[in-house]
């Protein structure tokens, strides 16, 4: 390991870092433009620039390795003219649009130039202009503000793998762009808002509505797919105007979807504030007494294997105890949250989660995707997954239809027989998996869906353990979910239970009469036409499919509305966190129900959101573990041997219903402007 001295301190670093990251380690900040961590090195920006003694100008920090012996200083007088006339020439042709511009307060030119610039140009020439181009409804670019860094190209061909954008021309006429006229097309794109260190790329939903000092900042966690993303939630008053990713290198890293960052104005439109109860025909408006007074009225006098309830994909964990804490009191144990028709058994939680961990795909060398588009489905984990690719000795198959994955995949065929080959080691890709140290197997939930999912379950569990692939220092059997509440449901045991029925078993009751009253906690994706002439009592935030079919309307909260739990696809317990409130006489789905089982004249035994959360962790011993992974035990094997249906597999997952994929996305008037011109235009 290479010593070196910085400024006088002597330390030692790992060898084959570059200089800036060296100075990081000595606690040295070095201004920068185009370098990024997680970006490789463009050397474009000449901001880093320090004196190496024994060299005879400035070096540029962020493309020089370390080596022995090196003196290197950050402040010298030498350093301090090269950054300053570095700084004069990115503002020769910057335009003075700090007081109009959307990165005002929060932009590294700005701040870098307060301490390392000149405070003074000698320019007096006229100023260059460049033509904003047009990206598509998600980034607004103002290029002459642009600085040439090429993090936004870098980031979009190396991290979402999708060659869009270069640079055209040279000198002065060099320009950013996407060569043809065209909208950018990657689901991660609005991340390049995030690394542009100057105003040339902003959001266009979010122009001209705040400024950053306004803001109200509070982290979260996303809830629009299954990874949990961690992010930024940015408010002013009661409405949420940004969201940011926040850092966590064991999930997103710094990363986070378009739908996460841009779906927030769905949580303004089409809202349900105010309880509701269909009289003649129609829902008129009337006060929560009335309505929960009506609901558990009609709870109570149904007999309680003619109740049943479902869960929807965006419910919080909290909600979802109580609900089953209810029901169960009154003896229904009619309940499922597998609304999608998924063979899972929420006893086995191996079965059901990403065993690996989102993180345990930087060490996997073998991957099989099986009946799953990430892409689309976890769009951060295909980040990852195209990540560990790069780094290379990385081999990726495919069992399923043939698409895109922004990463080269080796496609067997889109028939389960290849499955079934692999099983009895007949296939060519069968000694991959033996010769893998840490293969990774990720199975859609599509898959597990389908009638013949536990068969097909059985069988992968069984490839995993013929194959050496469940370890006690390694499990490469995953489940990819595609909804928030999924996993934390499946934890807290709402599933049928005591002779309960589960969803198409309610469906068939339904048919024949057997199941009067449907609670639906947020469940907008049910078949409402299978709910028949069923009661149904819907707990939720928008005016979506479950409101035009309810009987009853209780309005709940967002996810952005509440102190609530989630448990991500790798089973890792997060919390969301309370940013603005309900609007109207919504109301948190946990108060709510509390509130209904008084009514009920049931005892839950739990008043407060602590108590609750101790009654969750009683259920699951896991949720007393806030940000922790809970290894899930593999001992037992899961699915059912049986008869599987060879043959094609369907995604349902693709960008046609990416941008609106739940109750908030398909509210939000940005994601039908995605829907138009990243899906419309294109067919």
Not at 274 to 292: D, F, H, Q
Not at 584 to 602: F, H, M, N, P, S
């Amino acid at each position: 390991m290479p010593k070196l001295k910085i400024d006088g301190k002597e330390i030692e670093v790992q060898a084959g870092i570059t200089l800036i990251q060296a100075c990081e380690i000595a606690g040295v900040e070095i201004p920068r433009f185009c370098y990024h961590d997680r970006l490789s090195i463009a050397g474009n920006c000449r901001m880093c620039l320090v004196e190496v003694e024994k060299s005879p100008k400035p070096v540029a920090s962020c493309a020089m390795p370390v080596s022995e012996g090196m003196v290197v200083h950050t402040d010298s007088a030498m350093v301090k003219k090269a950054r300053e006339g570095v700084m004069e020439f990115l503002l020769i042709n910057h335009p003075l649009d700090c007081p109009i511009c959307d990165q005002g307060g929060e932009c590294d030119l700005q701040d870098q130039a307060h301490l390392y610039g000149k405070g003074e140009s000698r320019y007096d020439e006229h100023k260059r202009a460049v033509v904003d181009k047009d990206w598509g409804p998600l980034v607004e670019t103002q290029m002459t503000r642009c600085i040439h860094c090429t993090r936004c190209v870098r980031f979009l061909t190396e991290v979402a793998g999708v060659e869009d954008l270069g640079a055209t021309g040279r000198g002065e006429h060099t320009e950013v762009g996407t060569y043809i006229k065209k909208s950018v097309g990657s689901e991660m794109s609005g991340n390049i808002i995030d690394l542009c260190p100057v105003g040339a790329l902003t959001s266009k939903p979010y122009a001209f509505k705040a400024r950053s000092w306004e803001l109200k900042k509070t982290e979260t966690i996303d809830v629009l797919d299954a990874v949990g993303s961690n992010i930024r939630v940015d408010s002013r008053g009661l409405e949420v105007l940004r969201v940011l990713p926040r850092l966590n290198e064991d999930i997103n890293e710094e990363w986070i979807s378009d739908k996460t960052r841009f779906a927030y104005d769905g949580l303004k439109c089409q809202r349900l504030d105010t309880p509701m109860i269909k009289k003649e025909g129609r829902l008129v408006s009337v006060s929560w007494e009335e309505a929960l007074t009506y609901a558990a009225e009609k709870l109570k006098s149904t007999f309680s294997n003619k109740i049943a309830a479902f869960v929807g994909n965006l419910a919080d964990c909290e909600s979802i105890m109580v609900l089953k804490d209810l029901l169960n009191s009154m003896h229904c144990y009619n309940l499922d949250c597998r609304i999608d028709g998924a063979k899972i058994d929420a006893k086995k939680r191996s079965s059901y989660i990403f065993n690996s961990t989102i993180a345990g795909i930087d060490q996997s060398d073998v991957c099989l995707l099986i009946g799953t588009n990430p892409r689309y489905e976890a769009s951060i984990i295909n980040a990852r997954i195209r990540k560990r690719w790069t780094m290379g000795g990385y081999k990726i198959s495919s069992i399923g239809p043939e698409i895109d994955l922004a990463y080269p995949v080796a496609h067997l065929g889109n028939d389960l027989n290849i499955l079934k080959e692999i099983y009895l080691r007949n296939h060519p890709f069968g000694p991959q998996l033996v010769q893998a140290k840490y293969p990774l197997v990720i199975l859609g939930s599509d898959v597990a869906s389908r009638p013949d999912g536990a068969a097909i379950l059985y069988m992968v569990d069984q490839i995993c353990r013929n194959n050496d692939m469940v370890r006690a220092d390694w499990n490469g059997y995953n489940l990819l979910q595609k909804v928030a509440s999924r996993v934390g449901a499946l934890d807290l045991g709402f599933v049928p239970e005591k002779n309960g029925k589960s969803m198409q078993e309610i469906y068939d009751a339904i048919a024949e009469n057997e199941v009067e009253v449907v609670y639906l906690l947020g469940a907008d994706d049910v078949d409402m036409k299978k709910l028949g002439t069923s009661f149904v009592i819907y707990q939720g935030h928008h005016g979506d499919k479950g409101a035009q079919r309810a009987d009853i309307i209780l309005p709940g909260a967002a996810y952005t509305e509440k102190n609530a739990t989630y448990v991500n696809t790798e089973g890792r317990v997060q919390r969301a966190s309370l940013v603005v409130a309900p609007p109207g006489d919504a109301k948190e789905d946990r108060l709510i129900l509390q509130e209904l089982a008084k009514y009920c004249e049931v005892n839950l035994g739990y008043n407060s959101l602590s108590e609750l959360r101790e009654r969750m962790a009683k259920q699951a011993a896991h949720f007393a573990n806030v940000d922790l992974i809970t290894k899930a035990d593999y001992a037992c094997e899961f699915g059912v041997e049986g008869e599987i249906n060879y043959g094609k597999i369907d995604i349902s997952m693709s960008k046609d219903n990416y941008y609106m994929s739940d109750v908030i996305t398909r509210s939000s008037r940005t994601m039908a402007e995605c829907v138009k011109n990243f899906v419309v235009a294109k067919k």
